[in-house]
């Protein structure tokens, strides 16, 4: 259950539109640089850590899969991959109703709403796991950073798409955009979670956005470290953190790659751009024992389509927010 989002402040500009330093150092997996800002700021992108042959394949795959799965609202016709005329606003046939019980629980397969389209069914796929998770250099990333022993990858949260909007033409007010920002954090079992992007992301195209230093706020916002577990203060620390932190749209390229804390504040950017924002969403933790699916959907935390499960056992929130993270090579 998302909670609402908090009041924002008319004074603070809805988000500043960031390209990420580059701090990488050759030959070096994370550089003592990248581990600093992932550090202090709980996030931390790799450029370009894609192969785009790779991704460029899987975007073409990603785009038949939508088209075949997802069909259009009646008397419209459905957006061509190659014609960006027809990105915008694109409208689709109503969503089935979400199942009560069983595998998909929850959450509907494909979900769209407004502009937006989770394509989560996919995200088991071969191809977009050894995409992602399962690449080596995704994979040695999350290592130096959270530790070896990782949760074998057997799914991705699939493929999130923002597609742009009729009359949306980048001459709103700030009030307008700050409206279209969703600031949460994500549920169940956070540790490292990924947001690769699949095609170019330029200024206010929907980017990944981001509240610096929300890791550190809202991991004391819970009884335990990675399960969630909100505390009481757990909604005055998100007004907190949306009131007092200007947060940054990550821009970039196809093939960067963003790690980001699970106890980050984060949201779908502003898109007032006419390109698709296509983002793969991963999640890594380390390799415990869960609670299985029945604990999961009696505690309310039944998400089939994320990777990580509750711990069984997850150790309280204590002064030292890294202990069990590795945070070098
Ligand atoms: O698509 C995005 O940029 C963010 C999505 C997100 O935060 C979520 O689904 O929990
Ligand atoms: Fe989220």
New binding site residues.
């Given amino acids: 259950m998302a909670p609402e989002p908090p009041p924002s402040d008319p004074q603070k500009r809805p988000s500043v539109v960031f390209d990420a330093p580059d701090l990488s150092v050759d030959g070096e997996h994370v550089s003592d640089a990248e581990i600093r800002f992932f550090v202090d700021n709980g996030f931390l992108v790799k450029k370009r850590l894609l192969d785009p042959d790779a991704l460029a394949a899987a975007l073409e795959r990603i785009w038949a899969y939508l088209l075949e799965e997802l069909p259009p609202a009646e008397g419209t016709a459905p957006p061509v991959p190659d014609d960006p005329t027809t990105w915008i606003s694109p409208r689709w046939a109503p969503m089935p109703a979400v199942r009560k019980s069983g595998p998909y629980q929850g959450r509907q397969r494909i979900f769209h709403s407004g502009r937006?389209v989770?394509l989560h069914d996919i995200g088991d796929a071969d191809y977009l796991l050894d995409l992602v998770p399962n690449n080596p250099r995704v994979r040695q990333v999350v290592r130096v950073l959270l530790g070896d022993d990782l949760k074998p990858s057997t799914r991705t949260?699939g493929i999130?798409a923002?597609f742009p909007q009729a009359g949306a033409d980048g001459s709103c007010g700030d009030d307008d955009l700050r409206r279209a920002l969703g600031p949460?954090t994500?549920q169940v079992c956070q540790q490292l979670n990924a947001?690769v992007y699949l095609d170019d992301v330029p200024p206010r195209n929907?980017g990944?956005?981001l509240y610096p230093g929300s890791h550190r706020i809202m991991f004391r916002a819970h009884r335990l470290e990675s399960n969630w577990s909100p505390l009481a203060s757990f909604r005055t620390a998100l007004h907190r953190v949306v009131a007092e932190i200007e947060p940054c749209e990550l821009v970039g390229a196809a093939g960067d790659v963003i790690f980001w804390h699970g106890r980050m504040v984060?949201?779908?950017?502003i898109h007032v751009g006419n390109r698709v924002?296509w983002?793969l969403?991963a999640d890594f933790a380390h390799d415990r024992a869960t609670l299985d699916l029945r604990e999961h959907k009696r505690l309310g935390q039944f998400e089939w389509f994320k990777d990580v499960k509750l711990f069984a056992e997850d150790l309280p929130v204590g002064d030292d927010m890294w202990r069990g993270w590795k945070l070098g090579a």
């Fill in positions: 937006t989770k949260r999130y923002v949460h994500d947001c929907g990944f956005t984060h949201s779908t950017g924002r983002a969403f």
